[in-house]
């Protein structure tokens, strides 16, 4: 397989420590390694490269700019509030701190390859420089001229730099409508299982044997493979559950050899643990702490979404049932609803036909704060004035996400709202104020 | 010093030698329109000395109520953070994912309260464990880089740049620090490099050998708090890209997160995804409800005589219909608390006896004639006076000397009255909290109300509690009975002690019966058999009718040992209440101490806008009080300012509103208050001080919402409410 990582420029033993690091990915690190060709030698401008998370973009760059020794810059692009910030890291990796501090404030991108080249004049490239950017599809979110800029750069600067973008996302969402140059694509294809079971049997715990710990991942990967492929959510969660692995053997109940009742005895293990460490239901301290605890105790801690019941004040308990029922029955119904002596409205007479499929699937609809109150006059047992607090009620459902404000230009006129709670939610809430609210629901009728 | 002009406009005054000095304080707004201002001053002292002691008791009680969740949350910062505490187990740490220690703080949706909770958790952050805290709030933290900036701000103390925007106003001071400033940048390797340089420095330069397990056992690296006040309100764009960051950290930062989290905690899986959610170990910490904190709060700043200001049961009940319908705020209680003090002895000029025994009787002796008089005036005590001997009434509604004396002794009655009222209050809430259907109110407040109300013995729910309570199963009937006797124990008052001891008396007897009981231990299980049935949860009429059914069995029955020992403790409790729970209107004076206008706290704190200026525009004299705009029959005189003229006129309009009809109706009845004749040319006429003035009263109907420009037509406005003359 080593064969695949050569390069007459690079020593082959240094080349095959580089390969041993990254198992399932010569392929790829192969073609990088051709196209970046030797240290000195020129380069592609801009590589892209894509693949899921945790699919080894980060892992294969690193490794190879790391182990081969080559200069590059790393930027992570969440971190760049700003542009400067980028300029600056870059500046910084490439030439040192001095560099960087020549960056007037909120420098344009002409200011950074100005900068750029007057220090490339003085330290000429002796081998390729590389800026990997990391999460590249927010590098869509900032200036427009930014990216097709860092497609070329190796042009705009006329010093031997290649600048590699790493994203989730394809190149197709990222080619500006006004067109750019075109990157070199490279796509990581996400592991299959047998690779996954190879990589992560390399990190054998050094108090057992290599085997033991593979067959370890062969159970785990039989358990979560259905529901994870990440490979960094499936180191955590082995090493999360293999003390739990290892329990029988400390305590010298089964050999090494009996796989099946080491797996008898993990596995509804790990089941729990899909449904809850998986889940960040329970946190990994938390779990960790359940396993020391005797089993009968395990039943006590609930998981985060357990916690979902909301105390409110009565009057926000109404509003919010007001604004669901808002939200859910078309306009046309209220009077059906509402008004006490509403004559013959049928369901079959406003029943019309696209809204025979449920409002629940649809989800909620906007609706004008009028309408809201209207209803929540209707629905609420006693006559309420219209203090200042209801209204402020209403502004606080918003901040706690309970309602959702729709739209921003009319604030004062006629703002809309959505109902943001669940059918459940609304249920429990109406239950502790005594309201039936599946009556008053088109959907239920 | 005043001016000749009746408008009340803006002059310019050059102040006087004197009194240039003084500047208004709060004393003087209190004594400037308070009521009977001979005593202004004291009832302002004492005022001001009663709500520092009830503010401190309110302080200590708050910290008491957080102290356990707060300790807790100062063991988990404390804790080493997960990515360096599992230093010998060497190959798991390096194995898991290297999440954020992260705090889900429910605190409940009284988010009003959670500064005091924040304030004092970040206080004892910083003095127990870590001086680096730095709390943000969502409302400073639109975008990305301002959050980065809040909080590195915070933890480092200085002020950084974000570069853009803000260059403008900078630029001044900009120009002599720019060297020192320009390296601060608004990024966590900013905050990363800070942080070592602290920690280097506080390890006195000891070579700091990276993680190497043996040095950073000795010398535990603080950890970075960051706490997020309201997590609801943030931009979950933001929050995620926050926590993306900081991941990339971890492994140089011991960062960890507090999430201060109003609703439930699932809403962290509504705002972060699972990508983001998996970078956090989160633990939860549930506080105490806010009903459970205000059930504290009354406890211990109302049910107690240790404070001589009280409440009427109806303004009690405004407060904390509040509380309940509206905020769930425990500071709003407390505020509105304190707005009915300050009130009080605002409006009461007899509350100059509202305060300590010893205070209050000096008090006494320093009334005016005038004072007296007033205290002649209360219904309270002249229904005291109706009770007495004729001569005796003739001396007290003319001496003087003599009245002082009564009121005295009244006032040491009252106090005795408070002293024995509480804790037989709370006697009567143990026995009846317990019963099924809670017939009296499953919380003590609410037996509170109706025992303020009236007289509690007289409501038919406290006839069917005694019932109940005649048919108790015999532990539970001990148990609450020896619950009171611990309630009573510390209580100083003479008569308290006399009822403690008959109370423990007959829980003697009944520990008596428990030694004889062992010949009839079998006739006594088969009557508390059915009892037991009453346990399990009923409706009211099968209650009822278990009730009705148990009389009748017990009326052709003979009654064992243990039911006429059960019915003399009832009697006994029932006397009790009888004798001491009255209501505080029949006690003589009680006005000094309760505050009853429960309409001025209502309108205070639970304020009708919508109904305020409606009520400004249709009946001006209401705020003017100008008696040329009193009207009797409702209508709106001519003379009223113009926008109630306005106003009153669209209300007789559509939805549509013609501008144009509209100005002319208007200035016809602008020339009829003007007196002009209306024969005359000049009646109606619209002039340019007519149009200006119609135009401004147009605009000012348009700013508070009655009216909007319409598009359907352009010299047209639409209405905006609804509803006509
Ligand atoms: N082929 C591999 N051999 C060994 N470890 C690997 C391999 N591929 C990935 N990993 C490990 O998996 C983890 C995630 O990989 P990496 O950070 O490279 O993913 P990524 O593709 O950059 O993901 P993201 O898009 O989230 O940045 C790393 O800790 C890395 O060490
Ligand atoms: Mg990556």
């Known amino acids: 397989m080593a064969a695949l990582l050569q390069h007459p420029c690079y020593e082959e033993e240094r080349l095959r420590r580089v390969a041993d690091k990254l198992p399932c990915r010569e392929v790829q690190a192969g073609t990088l390694l051709s196209v970046m060709g030797g240290p000195e030698q020129h380069s592609f401008p801009s590589i892209f490269i894509y693949g899921h998370r945790a699919s080894g973009k980060s892992h294969v760059i690193h490794m190879l700019l790391r182990e081969l020794e080559l200069p590059h810059a790393t930027v992570s692009c969440v971190e760049c509030v700003s542009v400067a910030l980028l300029f600056e890291q870059v500046l910084l990796s490439l030439f040192g701190c001095d560099a960087a501090s020549l960056l007037p404030r909120s420098p344009s991108l002409s200011d950074f390859v100005r900068i750029y080249r007057q220090q490339c004049s003085h330290s000429p490239a002796v081998q390729t420089r590389y800026i990997v950017m990391e999460k590249a599809e927010l590098l869509r979110d900032m200036d427009a001229n930014l990216l097709p800029a860092l497609l070329r750069l190796q042009e705009l600067v006329q010093d031997n730099v290649t600048v590699i973008l790493l994203s989730e996302i394809v190149w197709d969402k990222f080619r500006p409508n006004t067109g750019c140059f075109e990157p070199l694509q490279l796509h990581f294809p996400d592991y299959s299982k047998g690779e996954l079971q190879q990589i992560l049997a390399q990190d054998s715990h050094p108090s057992y044997s290599a085997e033991l710990y593979s067959s370890y991942i062969n159970i785990l990967l039989g358990v979560f493979y259905s529901v994870c492929r990440d490979l960094r959510e499936l180191r955590h969660l082995a090493a999360l559950n293999f003390s739990k692995f290892c329990e029988p053997l400390e305590e010298g109940k089964v050999k090494e050899s009996d796989t099946h009742k080491l797996w008898r005895n993990i596995e509804p293990h790990l089941k729990k643990a899909m449904q809850t460490v998986y889940l960040r239901e329970v946190s990994s301290v938390q779990w960790e702490q359940l396993q020391q605890m005797e089993e009968k105790d395990t039943g006590a801690v609930r998981g985060l979404s357990a916690h979902a019941h909301v105390e409110l004040p009565y009057y926000s308990k109404f509003l919010l049932i007001a604004a669901y029922l808002a939200s859910y029955n078309p306009a046309r119904t209220d009077k059906r609803f509402f008004v006490k002596h509403h004559g013959k409205v049928r369901k079959t007479n406003f029943l019309k036909k696209h809204e025979k499929t449920s409002n629940h699937l649809l989800g909620p609809k906007p609706f004008p704060l009028d309408r809201l109150l209207a209803i929540f006059y209707s629905v609420v047992d006693s006559r309420v004035a219209p203090t200042a607090s209801i209204f402020s009620q209403i502004s606080s459902l918003v901040t706690l996400q309970l309602l959702a404000q729709v739209g921003h230009d009319d604030q004062i006129d006629a703002p809309k709202y959505k109902c943001a709670v669940s059918l459940d939610f609304i249920r429990a809430i109406s239950r502790t104020v005594n309201f039936d609210i599946v009556k008053y629901l088109y959907d239920f009728l | ?725």
């Open chain 2, 1 to 725: 010093m005043s001016t000749s002009s009746v408008s009340k406009g803006c002059f310019v005054f050059k102040p006087s030698a004197k009194k240039k000095k003084r500047t208004l304080d709060v004393g003087d707004y209190f004594i400037d329109g308070c009521e009977g201002s001979g005593n202004s001053e004291l009832r302002f002292k004492l005022c001001q000395s009663l709500w520092d002691k009830m503010k401190t008791e309110t302080e200590v009680l708050q910290d008491e109520l957080n102290r356990k969740i707060l300790d807790r949350l100062l063991e988990f910062a404390g804790r080493p953070s997960s990515t360096f505490q599992h230093g010998a187990d060497d190959w798991a740490a390096r194995m898991r994912a290297s999440e954020i220690p992260t705090a889900a703080l429910v605190l409940g949706v009284n988010v009003p309260d959670h500064d005091m909770t924040f304030q004092s958790l970040s206080d004892l952050l910083r003095q127990s464990v870590t001086p680096h805290v730095a709390s943000v709030q969502a409302k400073e933290c639109g975008a990305l880089k301002h959050l980065m900036q809040r909080v590195l701000e915070r933890l480092m103390g200085t002020v950084v740049s974000v570069d853009e925007e803000e260059e403008g106003d900078e630029e001044a001071e900009h120009a002599s620090t720019q060297l020192h400033n320009k390296r601060v940048h608004c990024s966590l390797g900013t905050l990363c490099d800070w942080y070592k340089s602290k920690t280097k420095r506080s390890n006195n330069g000891t070579p700091n050998k990276k993680r190497s397990s043996h040095v950073r056992d000795e010398q535990p690296q603080p950890p970075v708090v960051i706490i997020f006040k309201d997590l609801e309100a943030f931009n979950p764009r933001v929050l995620q890209d926050f926590i993306l960051i900081c991941s990339r950290y971890v492994e140089h930062l011991p960062l960890m997160f507090i999430f201060g989290i109003a609703t439930s905690p699932s809403t962290i899986q509504h705002i972060l995804p699972h990508s983001v959610s998996s970078l956090l170990c989160i633990e939860l910490f549930q506080s105490l409800s806010c009903t459970q904190h205000l059930s504290t709060v009354i406890d211990k700043l109302i049910l107690t005589p240790q404070f001589p200001f009280k409440l009427s049961g109806k303004v009690l009940q405004v407060l904390v219909g509040i509380f309940l319908y509206h905020d769930f705020s425990v500071r709003n209680f407390i505020k509105g608390l304190q707005l009915s003090l300050l009130e009080h002895f605002h409006s009461q000029p007899l509350s100059v006896l509202c305060c300590r025994k010893k205070e209050a009787l000096a008090n006494v002796l320093q009334l005016s004639h005038q004072d007296l008089e007033s205290v002649r005036q209360l219904p309270s005590f002249r229904r005291y006076v109706e009770r007495q001997e004729p001569q005796e009434q003739v001396n007290l509604l003319t001496d003087d000397t003599h009245i002082k004396g009564v009121c005295q002794k009244l006032i040491k009655g009252l106090r005795k009255y408070h002293k024995n009222f509480y804790p037989i209050l709370r006697c009567l809430h143990t026995l009846t909290s317990s019963l099924p259907k809670y017939p009296l109110g499953k919380q003590i407040r609410e037996l509170y109300i109706l025992c303020l109300e009236k007289n509690v013995w007289e409501n038919e729910e406290y006839q069917s509690a005694m019932q109940l309570l005649r048919m108790l199963a015999r532990d539970e009937l001990v148990a609450s009975l020896q619950t009171c006797a611990e309630i009573l124990k510390p209580v100083k008052a003479k008569k308290m002690r006399n009822v403690l001891d008959q109370l423990e008396d007959l829980l003697a007897k009944f520990k008596q019966l428990d030694k004889v009981s062992g010949e009839t231990a079998a006739n006594g299980e088969e009557i508390t058999s059915p009892e037991k049935g009453l346990q399990k949860k009923t409706d009211l009429f099968q209650l009822q009718k278990t009730l009705l059914e148990m009389k009748e069995s017990r009326r052709s029955k003979k009654m064992s040992p243990f039911e006429i020992l059960r019915n003399e403790a009832v009697d006994f409790i029932d006397s009790l209440v009888r004798c001491y729970l009255a209501p505080p209107e029949s006690q003589p004076l009680n006005e000094v101490c309760y505050y009853s206008s429960s309409a001025v706290v209502r309108r205070h704190l639970n304020a009708t806008p919508r109904t305020s200026i409606q009520t400004a525009l249709s009946n001006p004299y209401h705020y003017l009080q100008n008696d040329t705009l009193r009207s009797e029959d409702g209508t709106v005189s001519n003379a009223a300012p113009d926008i109630c003229i306005v106003h009153k006129l669209h209300l007789e309009c559509g939805r549509l509103i013609n501008l144009y009809d509209w100005l002319e109706a208007y200035a016809t009845v602008v020339s009829a208050a003007e007196g002009t004749h209306p024969d005359s040319d000049e009646f109606g006429k619209v002039d340019e001080l007519k149009h200006a003035r119609f135009i401004q009263a147009v605009s000012e109907l348009e700013f508070l919402g009655f009216i909007k420009s319409t598009k359907q037509k352009t010299d047209h406005v639409a209405r905006l409410t609804w509803g006509g003359c």
